[in-house]
């Protein structure tokens, strides 16, 4: 068990719908990490909170919008969702040591229909 | 940018066998930090084992170690004693300047009874 909880595991929609990922991080951990998963991108960064702020931004796409809130869960919205949006999202949490890893939630697979 | 090349898409291994996984990186950066994760047919991402730019000596944890090879930028997973829980993708991933992971595209390692 990492520590880091991801809602929902799995999340079956449509084209056009707008869905939210959860993420609780591991207890301590500031920063929370979004990453897509893809049979054709592989593993790819989206986008980086610390503390409630945005620290760095990956290849995430205008229809994606991510936040932390003062307790430091994070949510990731998808919109106008399309098929090439089906891919399994992770959520990581870290430390503020850089040489700390970053531990991942079981994900959320998300399928567009 | 930072790069990670694992060349290896697939590898079959006899139980109780060593193997070892391959692993480059490219970074212009001189502190950072590399990351192997292991994924089950599962899905969920774990951490393995962690080498920093700077340490001196190779990282163990327990049956894996890392070869880490800093004039040929290279980072190899070695799993010892290999077991059938094993199989799995594995993942090398390198972190620096900005917190982000970057991700090659994994090695798919099945063990054999």
């Known amino acids: 068990d990492s520590g880091v909880t991801q809602t929902p595991k799995h999340l079956i929609t449509a084209t056009g719908q707008r869905v939210t990922l959860r993420c609780s991080p591991r207890?301590?951990?500031?920063?929370v990490y979004w990453y897509q998963q893809s049979l054709d991108q592989g593993l790819q960064f989206l986008i980086q909170?610390?503390?409630?702020?945005?620290?760095a931004k990956g290849n995430i796409l205008e229809r994606f919008s991510a936040q932390q809130f003062p307790d430091l869960h994070s949510e990731l919205n998808l919109s106008s969702l399309e098929l090439g949006d089906s891919a399994l999202y992770f959520c990581?949490?870290?430390?503020?040591?850089?040489?700390?890893?970053?531990?991942f939630g079981d994900g959320t697979r998300l399928s567009i229909l | 940018a930072q790069k990670i090349t694992q060349t290896q898409p697939g590898m079959f291994v006899q139980e109780k066998e060593a193997v070892t996984l391959d692993c480059t990186y490219d970074?212009?950066?001189?502190?950072?930090?590399l990351f192997w994760y292991k994924q089950p047919s599962s899905g969920e991402m774990i951490f393995l084992i962690y080498q920093g730019s700077y340490d001196q000596q190779n990282a163990t944890e327990g049956r894996y170690s890392l070869n880490f090879q800093k004039a040929r930028k290279s980072a190899n997973l070695v799993i010892s004693a290999s077991q059938l829980g094993d199989s799995a993708m594995y993942f090398c991933s390198i972190k620096a300047g900005n917190e982000k992971l970057t991700f090659g595209t994994g090695t798919r390692l099945t063990i054999i009874p």
């Open positions: 909170y610390y503390n409630g702020e945005e620290r």
């Open positions: 207890s301590g951990d500031l920063s």
């Open positions: 990581a949490s870290s430390g503020r040591n850089s040489n700390q890893p970053q531990h």
């Open positions: 970074t212009s950066d001189p502190s950072y930090g």
